[in-house]
């Protein structure tokens, strides 16, 4: 256990529809990072925040966004999902904005039907 | 941009039987290295770093890396399989001193047969 957690666990939309998953740092942790992956893309870094601001941005769309709140928990929106969404998402957090080492949670399984 | 190349998409191996899996990165400097493991329906844990000093580290779960500059790679071995090492294996690259992503390679699948 990382103790990074991730809700929901899985999670089953239609296209068009907005969906947020929410992801809890481990205790300490002030910077969060959210990944995607899937089968074609596999592994891909989308955006990172530390203590509340956004630090770093990947291959993030336009339809996506994040937040990081006062508590350091993080949300990741998508919105106006497409088929090709469909993925693993998984959150990632560490010590401080230059920590090379990254906790990761379970990831939440998105799938757009 | 660096990348990471891990060439072999599925080794098999028996189990009891050494296992290397192979990574290949690219980059100008020495970056920061990983060995990141996925189980089935799991997230990543983390089994090894490579940051500087002495170029073979050893992880958690009894695996090892070996940094090799001159070939960019930076390998990872384990003497004696088991069974619940079957997994993904992933390499990855952070640049020092950049934004914090972790670059992953494509990942290993590892099949071991009893």
């Known amino acids: 256990d990382s103790g990074v957690t991730q809700t929901p666990k899985h999670l089953i939309t239609a296209t068009g529809q907005r969906v947020t998953l929410r992801c809890s740092p481990r205790?300490?942790?002030?910077?969060v990072y959210w990944y995607q992956q899937s089968l074609d893309q596999g592994l891909q870094f989308l955006i990172q925040?530390?203590?509340?601001?956004?630090?770093a941005k990947g291959n993030i769309l336009e339809r996506f966004s994040a937040q990081q709140f006062p508590d350091l928990h993080s949300e990741l929106n998508l919105s106006s999902l497409e088929l090709g969404d469909s993925a693993l998402y998984f959150c990632?957090?560490?010590?401080?904005?230059?920590?090379?080492?990254?906790?990761f949670g379970p990831g939440t399984r998105l799938t757009v039907t | 941009a660096q990348s990471v190349t891990q060439p072999d998409i599925h080794i098999t191996v028996s189990e009891g039987a050494s296992l290397e899996l192979r990574c290949n990165y690219s980059y100008g400097a020495t970056p920061y290295l990983f060995w990141y493991v996925q189980s089935p329906g799991q997230g990543l844990q983390l089994l090894l770093k490579?940051?500087?000093?002495?170029?073979l580290v050893q992880g958690i779960k009894g695996f090892e890396a070996e940094f090799k500059r001159s070939q960019s790679s930076f390998n990872l071995r384990k003497p004696s399989v088991h069974w619940s090492d079957a997994a993904e294996y992933f390499c990855?690259?952070?640049?020092?001193?950049?934004?914090?992503?972790?670059?992953f390679g494509q990942g290993t699948r590892l099949t071991i047969n009893p």
């Open positions: 990855a690259v952070v640049r020092l001193g950049g934004a914090q992503k972790l670059v």
């Open positions: 205790s300490g942790d002030l910077s």
């Open positions: 990632a957090s560490s010590v401080g904005v230059y920590s090379y080492e990254q906790y």
């Open positions: 490579y940051f500087s000093g002495d170029t």
């Open positions: 925040y530390y203590n509340g601001e956004e630090r």
